[in-house]
């Protein structure tokens, strides 16, 4: 049996050979997800000797690792917004990018939320119920196409005490929906099909294809979607979208091209536009 030192020291080093920038950080995290305690008592007590089972664990974690499978899901959970949120294999992984989404959303609704938000492609829920604790008035719909999403957002909703102001429906995006919603949140798939298979493997071999790939174009959801927002969105009503790098102009034109009218860019922390908002003026069915 070895010492969580030990242990550690040699993880480290599969993972370096892996490749895996955040080798040092990762083991700890591993370490402490099996011991079930902090990285502060991993430190404290680096000489503490792990049981065979605690070992086998350990170990059985770091070749996930080295195998590239991400980190969220060896753990079960990804940080968003504060908040930890259940991930898994059907689902896209919570990104620091789509915080952007969420400023915006704060920004425009400073002062008056929505009554009704609608997210259209949910997958964790992350989106949605962020906004729901953040408008603690407001309620809301999920639509995934993936049951299994629809699962993990359900899930989500009861971790966060969100159930009763949330519902989760499986939808080929708003195909399925019914009503009129204030607000129309979305982070299609917006990746070029032929651009997948050279991200990191963590996204490429993990990930759920259906909620990565754009398409030819990495634009066709954004197609199907635009007649369904302006649909769906009340008089007055605003729908903000994630895209990608450099997709923002042809994804306005397509939103505009539905009777929806542009609004603004939002940038990222790295102060690239991530996000388009756009509004249904009032008078215009």
């Known amino acids: 049996m070895q010492t969580i030192r030990s242990l550690l020291a040699t993880s480290r080093e599969k993972l370096k050979n892996a490749q895996i920038p955040s080798y040092s950080l990762d083991a700890d995290l591993l370490m402490s997800h099996v011991l079930k305690i902090s990285k502060a008592e991993i430190f404290c007590y680096p000489m503490r000797t792990l049981s065979q089972n605690e070992e086998q664990h350990f170990n059985e974690l ?10 969220s899901h060896i753990l079960g959970i990804r940080e968003f917004w504060g908040r930890e949120f259940i991930v898994n294999k059907n689902t896209l992984d919570p990104r620091p990018d789509s915080e952007s989404l969420i400023e915006q959303v704060l920004e425009l609704y400073d002062n008056n939320p929505p009554a009704k938000i609608l997210d259209l492609g949910t997958g964790t829920g992350c989106l949605l119920l962020t906004l729901l604790s953040e408008f603690t008035d407001s309620e809301g719909v999920g639509a995934d196409i993936s049951e ?15 159930a009763k102001r949330s519902s989760f429906v499986v939808s080929n995006w708003g195909k399925s929906i019914k009503g009129n919603y204030n607000l129309i949140i979305s982070n299609p798939p917006y990746i070029k099909y032929s651009d997948i298979e050279g991200l990191e493997p963590e996204v490429s071999k993990y990930e759920p ?13 954004y197609i199907e979607l635009a007649p369904q927002i302006f649909n769906l969105l009340s008089e007055g009503g605003f729908a903000v979208l994630e895209h990608g790098i450099g997709q923002e102009t042809a994804i306005r034109e397509i939103l505009e091209n539905n009777n929806l009218s542009f609004v603004n860019y939002k940038q990222d922390l790295a102060g690239i536009n991530r996000c388009i908002t756009v509004r249904k003026n009032k008078g215009i069915c």
């Open 62 to 71: 770091v070749q996930r690792r080295v195998a590239r499978e991400p980190m």
């Open 209 to 221: 294809i259906q909620a990565l790939d754009g398409g030819n174009t990495g634009l066709e959801c």
């Open 148 to 162: 299994a999403a629809i699962s993990v957002a359900k899930e989500n909703s009861l971790k966060l005490g969100l």
